[in-house]
């Protein structure tokens, strides 16, 4: 069937929505109409480099929608179900059915980029981006990325929640597991150190966050953070600390923030760092990287959507929307930071 996909044709280049040809789900696979896409900061960072053999490439991997069609052997979904999209996994490494399906062994399929999905009038476009490529009008999951929401809750809402969203909060919930009271210092407030935020104020938590954008700062402290300071501060020590800038100087200042035994979480796309090793071992200091909030999106998601009903996780605060056709916008809009999480929406 003919849809409507936002594809990248050169590597750093825009954006382009274009007609393309997409095939009838096979065994496994879940198509799904998409009703809301969030565009997350992994998007825009991999379009940059994405390798010239897989392009034309469909990016988007914070998908939401409806099931539109289910291949062979998909009992979990049935045509009209509403669905959130996450990341994908093979479900049968070790890692998988040890219960941390963000360390699937088989994980690089989530941005490597496959064929045979989508097809141009030109050709070949790559597509199953996290298992989705969810910036278009249609997407093909699997049982793995597919998460079951409320029939009535907003896919504007749901979308975000499954990369974003997820990494910042599952940062906190799952991994730091703060005690109430404890201060937590969240280097970048982008989408993913918001959603950190949230989510440690609802262990009441001292936050204390650390933005260069005056107005990411402001946002900060309207949802909550004890303080929201610029890049160079002086810190007060914390038993937490989340990078999500991914940035060597960040880190290094990171584990100097923190008290003795505290955690720092990488969660930022970053190269290489150093930090002083007596530091680390006299203060019996955790340095721990983190996907996806060692979420498994099947429990995480709807945990979320239940803490948002509750009114004790806010995430529309962060979220803009924009329509599909708007696609390049938001994510300039994202890049010179004058939007915290973008979100498609579809007629
Ligand atoms: N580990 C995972 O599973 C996972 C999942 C999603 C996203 N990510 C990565 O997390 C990172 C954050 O994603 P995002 O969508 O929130 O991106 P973002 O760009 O919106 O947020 C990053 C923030 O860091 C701020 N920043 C820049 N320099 C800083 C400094 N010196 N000190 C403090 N803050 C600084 C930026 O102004 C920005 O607000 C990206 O690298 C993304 O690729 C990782
Ligand atoms: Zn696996
Ligand atoms: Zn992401």
Not at 229 to 236: I, N, Q, R, S, T
């Amino acid at each position: 069937m003919l849809i409507r996909a936002a594809l990248v044709e050169q590597a750093g280049g825009p954006f382009v929505v274009r007609d393309v040809e997409m095939a009838s789900p096979a065994a496994g696979e879940i198509l799904v109409r998409i009703e809301a896409a969030g565009i997350c900061h992994t998007d825009l960072a991999l379009r940059g480099r994405w390798p010239a053999a897989r392009l034309p490439m469909v990016f988007g991997h914070e998908g939401a929608g409806a099931v539109e069609a289910v291949g062979d052997g998909v009992p979990a979904v049935v045509v009209g179900d509403r669905v959130c999209l996450s990341f994908r996994s093979c479900g049968e490494c070790g890692e998988c059915r040890g219960g941390r399906p963000a360390y699937c062994l088989r994980s690089l399929v989530n941005t490597q980029g496959v064929s045979g999905v989508l097809r141009s009038g030109a050709g070949p476009v790559f597509s199953g981006f996290f298992g989705q490529s969810s910036f278009a009008t249609h997407a093909m999951a699997y049982v793995s990325n597919t998460v079951t929401i409320p029939a009535d809750f907003p896919a504007v809402l749901a979308a975000p929640l499954g990369c974003g969203v997820q990494t910042g909060a599952g940062t906190i919930l799952n991994v730091l597991d703060p005690a109430p009271g404890d201060r937590v210092i969240i280097f970048g407030a982008g989408g993913v150190g918001l959603s950190a935020l949230l989510a440690a104020l609802t262990r009441s938590c001292e936050v204390i966050v650390v933005e260069p954008q005056p107005a990411r700062r402001d946002l900060a402290l309207s949802l909550g953070a004890a303080d929201a300071v610029a890049p160079g501060a002086e810190l007060p020590s914390a038993h937490h600390a989340v990078d999500t800038t991914g940035r060597p100087d960040v880190i290094t200042q990171a584990v100097g923030a923190l008290r003795r035994r505290g955690t720092l979480a990488l969660v930022g796309m970053g190269g290489t760092t150093s930090f002083d090793i007596m530091t680390v071992m006299a203060g019996g200091l955790n340095i721990r990287g983190v996907i996806e909030g060692d979420a498994v999106p099947a429990d995480f998601l709807p945990h979320l959507i239940e803490l948002q009903r509750a009114g004790r996780f806010p995430v529309e605060k962060l979220i803009t929307t924009y329509p599909f056709a708007d696609i390049e916008q938001a994510a300039q809009d994202t890049l010179t930071g004058k939007t915290v999480k973008p979100v498609l929406t579809f007629d």
